[in-house]
């Protein structure tokens, strides 16, 4: 029998050993290469018959080496196989399970808001949680003794008051972003994006005593309402949906004049002010509020030390959670900072 | 604030076939907002929201005066009816009432004495109209001054004469102490900010503006009124009505500067409606004193500013117009300077030319308007850069922590201090002067308490993996707090667990490096099962299992580990893309060690050291650990000289480290 011979044979018969699917596959080659009547045995009793004392010694020493390859392999595959677990007999079953977590509502609903206006040339910035008084409200046309202050039931914090800019507060909006960016970009052009946590004194099923506004400031040279509406009309399409429109109706905010409430189509009736054959609900006349806007009142370009002779901008205050909702049912607002991991349907799936 | 008003009322001023919801739906387009139309019976009622700068349209007048013009405008016809206000002439003589205001705290005082009146039960419609408007009807002689507050938008008041001292009515302020009876029964006690009405005689018979007193009002008996309306200055109302707590319709109206020419019109129907339904003959000729003369406003604006806030080619003839239907007279023109008069129920309101310009975009319409998106400026501005990276990057955090199997929550930004004192967290924390609830108090320096609050209220479900990112508060001397962007997160079960997640967190960023050092500091952590960690060589966090009698107190009975890193440290270090080193060096050669543990020597230290100390070392590895034995392989690359750094390393490791080298092994175990 020539060595040469025995070579791809045991090739052929260690990949046979590779393949195995499984330990009863493993054991049929195992048998038929290392079993009473296996190949093995086979070439060991045609080394009996062999003559010649040199080739004697080469086969024998082929056969063992070859031997220890083959079970080597064996073993190597065979300690697989067990590490492996069981396949299963129904593929429907649920497998291994791998944990699967989810960002907050309203981290998303961010993330979506900056993509949003990134898209036109905004950028995002994160002014003072807690601020002084100066930026939260007298840089906005809102002196102490004006009664445009009550709506904003804010709180008091308890650190050092500065000379020049009052008292610290919880600011409840994030219009006080408003002159801090005006002052650091010290001139126009101004593209901003303020979102960050707001405080008032509301605790009930649509109100939380903390909750996130996004604050859209635009200062250019000939920014008019035109350029209002379209960046909050581009808004509520791309969030929102392309067959939803926008209206201004007038209103009144201190630090912008003219000033607008803005509603948009109803998201839920989508318009029509019915849904499944009933009336909605949700709206007003197919429409939802979104929010207050308007152009920069003068004193403020002016407490930005902007001159508002040669530039002009517009301004909007909308809430995180408010355009949220307007998407999404949540039933209780509450449920959004109350640490409750049902907040997230999937964890229940 | 919001008035209510029904159809039928304001018909009586707006000559109109519009239908309410016309009225509604147009009304809120162009002016006051008509947030609710409700059917009343056979009439309407109109709930609208009347914006601080607009008080001359919390009347029925007011509402009128804004229809007629906006209807117009639309395309329906309306006119305005005028108010039938006739001045009064006395039926007899008497005695004159003197009014004196020597500091000058009242703009204007409006008085009349009504003798012979009945009092009684005021007609259904006038009931009807008070009653929808959330106003409780009392008797005629009281109805009639809340009757004109709305029906004229002034607020008024009557007196009962006889309950008078004097004829002599002083206002003066208030003495600090004073105190008077409101006629809702309330004591209240006054200082020198409140301006009060003295019959005279040092008696107080009148918080004017705000609410009458219980020893002036008028009853059953009353016999003959002193009928009394004043202009009053809105800092004061508004101080006086905040500060004690009275915050009456009439408060509402007079913080928001009614006009003073109001006050007379108001004050000529109340006397009609005097002399008609409580049948009251008017004594002596009425007192009219006004401390200031009238003042004008005359506001310039060009067709230019208005076309270019509007990006519309309105006409010229059409700006005139809808300003004079608003009372804006075209006082003068030259040039292009258009002068317009503002008319005295516009005074506070209107002020610079972006007024007028409001004026003429919301009669004109907002719908009107074109839309066009902003002009793109491009703005190369490091900050932003910074800022939006930074955002990013947390975002990316975000999402790998998710799909790690972490769920976000938001928390407040306060904690109470009882949290505070268990966590042992801070004492120079920033505090609510005032808070809402005594669960938000202290402005969080640890994001720890909240998260183990969060992993209480969840330890219902199987796994407790949760983050949170958001501001830490540290109080800084003469400043703002720093608001610092922090990542925490928590984690039920053994230190491991969490610590394997904190070094996929980590390697996540492809910072340059990142290590750890024993021991936190933390007084919520048990300490030698916790770790700082360092990144790019800055403190960056820490690591470690909340201490177990927390955990007890709070009645949670498994482990629970908890981490907290500085979003600004890691987003400084965070990389998305790193260069890719040469790596010509052939395959290493690999060889493991197993130590015994010693409190002396962490993995850190020792595996810095060995690194240090052989530069042939690539890398090493975290084998395993069985009991106090710790495994690593190394990799190294020993050059052409030595076969293997095997027998160096376990010196060094026994002498310089000073562990017990158990065994070392190639790394094929041989």
Redesign the interface.
């Known amino acids: 029998m020539d060595p040469k011979k025995i070579d791809p044979v045991v090739n052929n018969l260690i990949d046979k050993i590779n393949s195995a699917h499984d330990l009863n596959e493993l054991e049929a080659v195992e048998v038929s290469v290392l079993g009473r009547k296996g190949t093995v045995n086979e070439w060991l009793r045609v080394l009996k018959g062999v003559k010649d004392s040199e080739e004697k010694k080469k086969l024998g020493s082929t056969i063992n080496t070859t031997k220890g390859r083959i079970t080597r392999a064996i073993e190597v595959k065979r300690r697989e196989l067990l590490q492996r677990t069981d396949d299963t007999m129904d593929p429907t079953l649920p497998g291994q399970q791998?944990?699967?977590?989810?960002?907050?509502p309203?981290?998303r609903t961010i993330?979506e808001i900056?993509d949003i206006f990134t898209k036109?040339?905004f950028?995002?910035?994160?002014y003072?949680?807690?601020?002084?008084e100066y930026f939260a409200f007298d840089s906005l046309n809102m002196p102490s003794?004006?009664?445009?202050r009550?709506e904003f039931e804010s709180?008091?914090?308890?650190?050092?008051p500065?000379e020049k800019f009052g008292r610290?507060v919880?600011s409840p909006h994030t219009s006080s972003g408003q002159v801090r960016e005006m002052w650091?970009?010290k001139k126009p052009?101004i593209?901003m994006i303020n979102v960050a946590?707001c405080?008032r004194?509301n605790?009930d099923v649509t109100h939380t005593?903390?909750f996130h506004q996004f604050e859209g400031l635009?200062v250019?040279k000939?920014?008019?309402?035109?350029?209002l509406?379209?960046?909050i009309?581009?808004f509520a399409k791309e969030y929102f949906g392309y067959d939803v429109k926008i209206?201004?109706?007038?209103?009144?905010f201190q630090f912008t004049?003219?000033?607008?409430?803005v509603d948009t189509t109803c998201t839920i009736c989508r318009g029509t002010m019915r849904v499944n054959g009933e009336k909605c609900r949700v709206c007003?006349?197919g429409w939802l509020e979104l929010g207050g806007a308007g152009?920069v009142?003068?004193y403020v370009l002016r407490e930005g030390k902007i001159d508002p002779d040669r530039y002009?901008g517009?301004a909007f205050g909308f809430g995180v959670e408010r355009v949220y909702m307007m998407k999404y049912q949540l039933s209780d607002l509450r449920k959004?900072?109350?640490?409750?991991?049902g907040l997230?349907p999937e964890?229940n799936r | 604030m919001n008035i209510r008003i029904l159809d039928s009322w304001l018909r009586e001023y707006l000559d109109t076939k519009a239908t309410p919801i016309e009225i509604q739906e147009l009304l809120s387009l162009s002016g006051p907002a008509v947030e609710r139309l409700e059917k009343a019976g056979s009439d309407h009622l109109y709930d609208i929201e009347v914006t601080t700068n607009r008080i001359d349209a919390a009347s029925v007048y007011g509402i009128a005066r804004e229809a007629a013009t906006i209807l117009k405008r639309n395309g329906i016809p309306a006119e305005l009816r005028p108010l039938d206000t006739p001045r009064p002439e006395p039926d007899k003589d008497a005695e004159p009432i003197t009014l004196k205001d020597p500091e000058r705290l009242l703009d204007r005082m409006l008085a009349i004495i009504i003798e012979d009146v009945e009092v009684g039960e005021s007609p259904a419609y006038i009931r009807e109209r008070l009653e929808a408007a959330g106003i409780r009807a009392l008797n005629n002689l009281i109805d009639i001054t809340n009757y004109v507050m709305l029906e004229v938008g002034h607020p008024a008041h009557v007196f009962d004469l006889d309950r008078l001292n004097s004829r002599t009515l002083l206002v003066r302020q208030a003495r600090k102490g004073e105190e008077i009876v409101t006629l809702d029964g309330k004591k209240h006690r006054l200082d020198n900010t409140d301006v009060v009405i003295d019959d005279g005689t040092g008696r107080i018979i009148d918080l004017p503006g705000i609410m009458g007193t219980e020893n002036s009002v008028v009853h059953n008996g009353t016999k003959r009124i002193l009928f009394f309306i004043e202009s009053n200055d809105p800092v004061n109302i508004r101080r006086s009505s905040m500060r004690h707590g009275i915050r009456t319709m009439a408060a509402s109206y007079n913080e928001n500067s009614p006009d003073p020419n109001l006050a007379e019109t108001a004050f000529f129907r109340g006397v009609a409606l005097y002399r008609k339904l409580a049948k009251g003959k008017v004594a002596g000729r009425y007192q009219d004193v006004r401390s200031e003369e009238a003042e004008r406003k005359v506001i310039g604006i060009t067709l230019a500013d208005i076309r270019a806030y509007m990006a519309v080619e309105i006409g010229r003839d059409e700006v005139v117009s809808i300003l004079a239907d608003l009372g804006f007279g075209l006082e003068e023109e030259k040039d292009s300077l258009m002068c317009f008069e503002v008319p005295s129920h516009r005074m506070n309101d209107i002020g610079i030319k972006e007024d007028l310009i409001e004026e003429v975009a919301r009669i004109y319409g907002y719908g009107r308007i074109p839309t066009h998106l902003p002009p793109f400026a491009y703005i190369t501005d490091d900050f932003i850069r910074t800022e939006r990276e930074n955002f990013q990057k947390e975002n990316e955090t975000r999402k790998f922590l998710a799909h790690l199997g972490f769920f976000e929550v938001h928390n407040y930004s306060m904690i109470s201090e009882e949290e505070e004192k268990l966590f042992g967290t801070s004492s120079d924390s920033i505090k609510m002067i005032n808070p809402m609830s005594k669960e938000l108090v202290s402005f969080r320096q640890s994001l720890v308490p909240s998260l183990v609050k969060d992993a209480r209220i969840n330890k219902g479900y199987q796994g407790i993996m949760i983050f949170e990112i958001a501001n830490t508060y540290l109080p800084r001397e003469n400043d703002l707090p720093l608001e610092s962007r922090t990542l925490g997160l928590v984690m039920r079960g053994g230190y491991d667990r969490l610590k394997g997640f904190v070094d996929a967190l980590l390697k996540f960023s492809k910072s340059r490096r990142y290590s750890y050092r024993a021991g936190a500091g933390r007084p919520y952590l048990k300490e030698d099962l916790s770790a700082k960690i360092y990144i790019d060589n800055r403190e960056a966090g820490y690591i470690g299992q909340v201490d177990p009698r927390i955990l007890y107190e709070l009645s949670l009975p498994d482990r629970y580990v908890v981490a907290e890193i500085d979003m600004g440290v890691y987003a400084r270090a965070f990389r998305y893309l790193e260069s890719v080193p040469e790596s010509d060096m052939g395959s290493p050669v690999i060889e493991d060690i197993t130590y015994e543990f010693s409190p002396k020597a962490h993995w850190e230290e020792i595996t810095r050291g060995l690194s240090k100390r052989f530069p042939e070392i690539w890398k090493i590895e975290y084998v395993s650990r069985f009991r106090n034995f710790i495994t690593m392989r190394i990799y190294s690359h020993p050059g052409k000289a030595h076969k293997t750094i095997l027998p160096d390393m376990t010196a060094y490791l026994e002498n310089d480290a000073r562990v017990r080298v158990k065994r070392s092994t190639d790394g094929n175990n041989k």
């Open positions: 791998v944990p699967v977590g989810s960002i907050h309203v981290s993330e900056v036109i040339g950028y995002k910035v994160s003072h949680e807690i601020e002084y003794t004006h009664p445009a009550d709180f008091a914090v308890d650190g050092p500065s610290m919880l650091r970009r052009p593209r946590r405080f004194r605790w005593p903390m635009c250019d000939g920014i008019n309402i035109t350029h509406k379209g960046a009309d581009f209206r201004l109706r007038p209103y009144h004049e003219p000033s607008f409430e007003k006349s152009m009142h003068p002009s517009w959004l900072f109350s640490g409750e991991l997230f964890i």
